[in-house]
């Protein structure tokens, strides 16, 4: 199946500083790559994705990056903000066998310092 | 209010105590998925839905069932459970391909397993 890493694990910054995480997948032929924001105590949720047939996607402070021939893609947070302290997540789909499968990476905690 | 809803939020048992938790969707939709969340291991998805009666095996299905006999719910169940499901799950939902992939996910069930 698909194997998603995702790094740094801890990220910490200073309010205003950016932020970049970034993952690699291993299936070719994955096409969806979202990234989800973790609060603490409370499900995940989306904060922006890209399809296969886009190189770069942003929303205000936050954008993603993907590199279909290495296989990798990024989240980019520009003029952090203390309340973007939390568990970031990325994700992969849509592969040759597993194409209704979502595999998640490990997860990146982000801390921004006042 | 959209909104994916669990039920419990916490549940402590013992080993070999069948029991279930509940996952209720009021946005309609298609796709319905349990994933469950281990320190150092990000998300890892358990089983999915496609829509009523259609169920698949995501990454780490052994030891759950789940059924789908209405569109909105999507339980998830633990026949005989074991220390290592002790677990924080999520249920999920979203439009099935075609639409926005965005899963909603619900507030997660704290599960210990004595």
């Known amino acids: 199946g698909e194997n998603v890493e995702q790094h740094p694990s801890t990220l910490s910054v200073q309010e205003g500083d950016s932020a970049v995480i970034k993952c690699t997948y291993s299936?070719?032929?994955?096409?969806?790559f979202p990234w989800y924001k973790q609060e603490l105590g409370k499900g995940p949720q989306l904060i922006i994705d890209i399809r296969s047939n886009v190189g770069e996607k942003k929303d205000q402070r936050i954008a993603v990056t993907l590199n279909k021939t290495a296989k990798h893609f990024s989240l980019h947070i520009t003029e952090t903000q203390p309340e973007d302290s939390a568990v970031y997540f990325c994700?992969?789909?849509?592969?040759?066998?597993?194409?209704?499968?979502?595999?998640f990476g490990s997860g990146t905690k982000l801390n921004v310092k006042p | 209010e959209a909104q994916v809803t669990q039920n419990p939020r916490y549940l402590i048992t013992v080993t070999g105590k069948k029991l279930t938790v509940t996952c209720s969707q009021n946005?309609?939709?298609?796709?319905m998925s349990w994933y469950r969340q281990d320190p150092g291991l990000g998300l890892r998805q358990i089983y999915y839905?496609?829509?009523?009666?259609?169920?698949d095996k995501g990454d780490v299905p052994e030891g759950y069932k789940v059924s789908r006999k209405e569109k909105r719910n999507f339980p998830l169940i633990l026949e005989s459970p074991s220390p290592n499901q002790t677990s924080l799950y999520f249920c999920a939902s979203s439009y099935s391909s075609g639409r926005s992939y965005e899963q909603y996910f619900g507030p997660g069930t704290r599960l210990t397993v004595t």
């Open positions: 299936d070719s032929a994955s096409n969806y």
């Open positions: 946005m309609n939709h298609e796709y």
């Open positions: 839905s496609m829509n009523v009666e259609v169920t």
């Open positions: 994700a992969a789909s849509g592969g040759l066998y597993n194409f209704n499968k979502f595999y």
